[in-house]
């Protein structure tokens, strides 16, 4: 492990400033527990690590009239155990309770989550070069390595985004509230990602030097309900082969607001708007939720090894839809 220096502010301000006068050469770190990994097998390298765990401020976690307001610095751990997210909001303790261990649900925060690198076999190892490491092409596509690897989406780099708790929150409409020294700036959380053809040694667009600081989701009516399914090669600690998260609202038996939000098929969270398509205004059956789930992977480009992806997908996102209602 190369050395670096490890700088712990106080406030915001301060770590903005330390970020902006490092530049390049600064990262932020929040739970470290997937940061540590990278620099330890030296895929990544920063000379100044700017420690967000000590900004009080980034703690804050509360549900009112206005919906849900989550610092970046919550932890998993705490969202997978706070008795307030029932009804609409339930769907987001149940996705924090299957990531990882509970080792990392502590350490892990809600930010890092988000801006987790993807866990590419290629990608985490420093002796193979790829695009996302400004290599000039991407090995992955010859490999057979290609569990966690895209199977729509990819454009020259196949690296999917493996966060669990993104399409929870996309489906729930999540805004995602990011500042700089220059200032403050708010998304919803689906324009936050970019895909390699953006720039593929990246995975969002924030800016240098700057930080998520919380992410807000609207009051949900009180009938919206959704569903998380993820299917994994071990049941405990692992990331996700799929996901899904699927929501809507039943209106006179009729389907409204439906939201279906793919993990781990693609280089960002995969919003599929033709699966919400089919389901609009629809009453739930049997029928709808295979058409649904049939949509949700009409665009599927699978590599020579994972097209097994498109199979699970299918079927989980089925399972999810007929499920909404349900739990
Ligand atoms: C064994 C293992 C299994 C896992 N399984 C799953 C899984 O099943 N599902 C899943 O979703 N995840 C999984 N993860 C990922 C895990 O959720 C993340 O490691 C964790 O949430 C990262 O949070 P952190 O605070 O430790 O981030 P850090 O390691 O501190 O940071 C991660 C990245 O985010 C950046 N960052 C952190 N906070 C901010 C911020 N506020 N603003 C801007 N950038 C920020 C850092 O610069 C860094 O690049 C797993 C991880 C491990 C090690």
Sequence with gaps: MRAFTFEAPATLTDALSLLETHAERAQPIAGGSDLIGLLKEDVVHYERLVSLAGIAALRDCRLNQEGLYLGALVTLAELEH?????????????????????????????????????????????????????????????????HYLAVMGGDGCFCVHASDLAPVLIAMGANVLLEGLSGQRSMLLESFFAGPGQDAQRENVLEPGEVITAVTVPA????????????????????????????????????QQPR????????????????????????????????????????????????????????????????????
């Design 82 to 146: 706070d008795t307030r997210l029932q009804g609409p909001y339930r769907i987001l303790a149940e996705a924090a309770r299957g990531v990882a261990t509970p080792e990392i649900r502590n350490q892990g925060t809600l930010g890092g989550n988000l801006c987790q690198r993807p866990r590419c076999f290629h990608y985490r190892s420093a002796l193979i070069p790829c695009l996302k490491k400004g290599g000039a092409a991407c090995p992955a596509i010859e490999s057979p390595h290609q």
């Design 220 to 255: 949900l009516s009180e009938d919206w309900r959704g569903a998380f399914l993820k299917a994994r090669e071990r049941t405990a600690g692992d990331f996700p082969l799929v996901s899904v998260a699927a929501g809507f609202s039943l209106v006179n038996g009729v389907v």
């Design 260 to 327: 279906v939000v793919l993990g781990g098929v693609a280089p960002v969270p995969w919003r599929s708007l033709a699966a919400e398509t089919v389901l609009e205004g629809q009453e739930p059956s049997e029928e709808v939720s295979v058409r649904a789930a049939d949509a949700a992977f009409s665009a599927a480009q699978p590599l020579a090894h994972n097209d097994y992806k498109v199979d699970i997908g299918r079927a989980l996102v089925a399972r999810a839809i007929r499920s909404v209602h349900s739990v």
